[in-house]
């Protein structure tokens, strides 16, 4: 029942729009964000026209005809007349309105005037509005989903939201306001009604306005969401033509980590929008609780509602000078997918713990059970943890007497490795949505929610066809796969391992089922998962919007951590060489240390972000952003005493930096995968014996031909369907730049060709 009911309703928020040509795309960047004529040209300032949420809109119109006066412009909405919800703007021949009243579907919103009896002129433009609770661009609701408005709260100290209408989790907007105290230690405080007068102990904020906060908090997209922003509410109520005179007109997005447990839900964690480091410079905040990966690790649908929550901070306040992604681990994933997948959502992104995407994420993740299951239950007591390095490319694999194998491996496996698995990873303390007769069980319950990276992303990867076992019909397809890949050849070519150690390695290491239990076979990807995956950005691709934007990646501290940490130093690297793939160089990129100070990389952004604002050249954005780029703006490393050490930070390499913090590798690395490792599915090539700096006998020979009877990976070439992302990809229902539809793979099938 729940699949039917996902299915109707996402069936009826379709019908809601035209039958706009399917996979129709926009090829112009900001092509589809206006329209007009020799007369006239309509912006839509709060999200793209295709893409309005929520039934409204802030639209400019700009009058290009020296002989139409503004006030002979008539503006209709669906024949009717709404020109006095239009302002003129301050020397500037435009008008700016907030349109409202949008009904759900198409649009029609038009311009006209009589300009010195020279005729008619006019222009229209279609605004398709999506409900506020969604989808636009994810694809169906998942059911179950689980509501927790009932208990959020807002601030300390208010009450919590209240129970929300289902299944939609929709509640009544609140705005609140805090302020900052100035007796130590500072706290933020309720602000008490009425307003006026204030109390005694407001403080100031760096830039001199009192420190009030205006907090909104209401449902968007099915997530919790925020705003706050510098707001006396003596004065004047704020709108986007009158925004908040302590706005420095500068926008943060802060976004959570996690993933584990990240299905199902609406979720409590959110990253905190009062927050002093952002608030005190002028900057206003916002964040949603989809946009925590241990809530949501989805990042199609985290970009969704981060779309949705800055439309509606623009409908409120005005469209700010720019906007900065930020986030760490889950966080990360998020800044670098939304910002290059969804073009100038953000402008700058700051990164901490980086990594490039989910998807490609898991590889390492899934590579390390295989090693875990090797080392210790098929081959326990063979490697010593020397080997165990070299052939896993970790720097830590320790030895406990108490705890048995810790390290690297066993973290990767047994503690992250679980989001790969569909029974394990579910948030217990949710009373509702995902409890334990709603879970998958092979077994008592083939039909429950499967909590994985893989099935929470269904809608992208579409489930698995014709198949004769019950129930899998409804399982997602996975972009994973590890044929023909060489475990441990570095490690061989390095003198570390034998031919022997390395054929038996391969010859038994297995693969996985669609439960993430081992099997004696490799693991085999679903093509069109893996294609749907590259399209949409499941894969980072760096070509998109990060191109053109300001990027300043953190990299993580957890190489040599004894007891393992996810968060490593290589995953950097790899981002920057796609950037480089993608764009040739990666000239609007910084990669630093780990401890590199949070506040100065936020300050350092802003500046940045101001000087390419300020650049009215004719160069292109990504020319603006390389040449704007502060001087203190490159790579380092910082040591524990806070010495800034300028260098080049590489994988391996001259230079302090990597004495002070080595970096390690990954099995895929130390299996001949590029430094990218964006290679979902290898191409194949036949085995090439000067590829083994070691000698192998006949009988090794052959035993290397039967382990890979199709060939190894040929790592020269790009991976099986790896192809460019489309640029604001949709997985429905909207139409537009569509790359796949859950529900009618009919019309949106995937080619049979594997390369």
Not at 251 to 274: A, N, R
Not at 306 to 311: H, P
Not at 608 to 635: C, F, Q, T, Y
Request: charged share 20%; net charge neutral; aromatic share 8%.
């Amino acid at each position: 029942m729940n699949y039917l009911r996902n299915f109707l309703r996402a069936l009826a928020c379709t019908l809601l729009v035209s039958a706009l040509p399917s996979g129709q795309v926009y090829a112009d960047d900001d092509g589809d964000r206006h329209h007009g004529d020799h007369a006239f040209k309509i912006d839509v300032l709060s999200s793209r026209p295709y893409m309005v949420s929520g039934g409204d809109a802030l639209v400019r119109v700009s009058v290009k005809k020296k002989d139409v006066s503004l006030g002979s412009v008539r503006i209709e909405l669906n024949g009717a007349n709404i020109t006095g919800a239009f302002r003129a703007d301050a020397g500037a021949r435009t008008l700016t309105g907030l349109v409202t009243g949008l009904r759900n579907g198409e649009n029609e919103l038009s311009v006209d005037a009589k300009g010195n009896g020279k005729g008619r002129a006019d222009a229209d433009i279609t605004l398709t509005n999506y409900p506020i609770e969604g989808p636009i661009i994810s694809g169906p609701h998942e059911f179950p989903f689980a509501c927790t408005t009932a208990t959020f709260v807002p601030f300390p100290g208010s009450p919590a939201l209240g129970v929300s209408s289902e299944p939609d989790c929709l509640v009544t907007t609140r705005v609140q306001y805090v302020y900052r105290s100035s007796i130590a230690p500072n706290p933020f405080k309720s602000l008490p009604q009425p307003f006026s007068p204030l109390p005694a102990d407001v403080a100031n904020t760096s830039t001199g306005v009192p420190y009030i906060v205006r907090l909104e908090t209401g449902t968007i997209n099915r997530a919790i969401y925020q705003t706050a922003i510098l707001h006396n509410p003596n004065d004047a109520a704020p709108s986007p033509f009158s925004p908040p005179a302590g706005w420095n007109k500068r926008l943060v997005y802060p976004l959570g980590g996690g993933c584990i447990g990240g299905w199902y839900f609406q979720g409590s964690d959110i990253e905190s929008v009062v927050n002093h480091a952002y608030l005190n410079l002028g900057y206003a905040v916002a964040a949603a609780t989809l946009n925590t990966f241990g809530n949501n690790c989805n990042d199609l649908l985290s970009s969704e509602t981060t779309l949705m929550v800055k439309e509606r901070f623009i409908e409120a306040y005005g469209v700010p000078l720019f906007t900065i992604g930020t986030g760490g681990s889950g966080g990360a994933y998020q800044s670098n997918q939304t910002g290059d997948n969804y073009p100038g959502t953000f402008d700058g992104i700051v990164t901490t713990s980086s990594f490039p995407d989910v998807t490609t994420g898991m590889l390492p993740m899934g590579n390390s059970r295989l090693l875990d299951i090797y080392f210790n239950k098929t081959r326990p007591g063979v490697y010593s943890a020397d080997l165990q390095k070299a052939i896993s490319g970790y720097l830590s694999v320790s030895i406990d007497p108490v705890l048995g194998w810790r390290g690297m491996i066993n973290h990767m496996s047994n503690v992250r490795g679980p989001r790969m698995d569909p029974r394990v990873e579910f948030p217990d303390q949710i009373v509702a949505g995902t409890r334990p007769e709603n879970r998958y069980d092979p077994v008592t319950n083939p039909d429950g929610a499967r909590g994985d990276v893989y099935d929470h992303t269904v809608n992208v990867y579409g489930v698995i066809p014709n198949t004769p076992v019950p129930g899998m019909a409804k399982f997602a397809q996975r972009p994973l796969d590890n044929v023909g890949l060489q475990y441990g050849l570095k490690a061989l070519n390095d003198g570390k391992i034998s031919v022997d150690q390395f054929l038996d390695l391969n010859e038994v290491i297995g693969g996985f089922d669609i439960d993430f239990n081992r099997v004696a076979n490799r693991t085999v990807h679903y093509k069109d998962a893996t294609k749907r995956a590259y399209q949409g950005g499941r894969i980072l691709n760096g070509g998109g919007g990060l191109r053109s934007m300001a990027i300043i990646t953190r990299m993580g501290a957890g190489d040599l951590n004894v007891i393992g940490d996810v968060h490593v130093r290589y995953h950097a690297q790899a981002i920057r060489q796609r950037l480089i793939n993608a764009n040739g160089n990666a000239g609007n990129q910084a990669v630093y240390g780990n401890l590199a100070p949070m506040d100065l990389m936020i300050k350092q952004m802003g500046e940045w972000l101001a000087a390419v604002a300020a650049d009215h050249s004719d160069r292109s954005l990504r020319e603006k952003v390389i040449a704007n780029r502060p001087g203190d703006v490159v790579d380092a490393c910082w040591t524990t005493a806070g010495v800034k050490i300028i260098e080049p930070q590489t994988l391996s390499g001259p230079g302090q930096c990597n004495v002070l913090f080595p970096v390690g590798l990954s099995p895929e690395l130390v299996a001949g995968s590029p430094m990218a490792v964006d290679i979902i599915k290898c191409q194949l090539k036949p085995i090439d014996m000067a590829d083994y700096k070691l000698p192998f006998s006949a009988q090794q020979r052959a035993r290397l031909a039967a382990t890979f009877p199709n060939g190894v990976c040929d790592w020269s070439k790009r991976g099986v369907k790896q192809v460019k992302s489309v640029p604001w990809a949709s997985y429905g229902p909207s139409p537009v730049n569509q790359v796949f539809d859950l529900q009618d793979r009919r019309r949106h099938g995937d080619d049979d060709d594997d390369d």
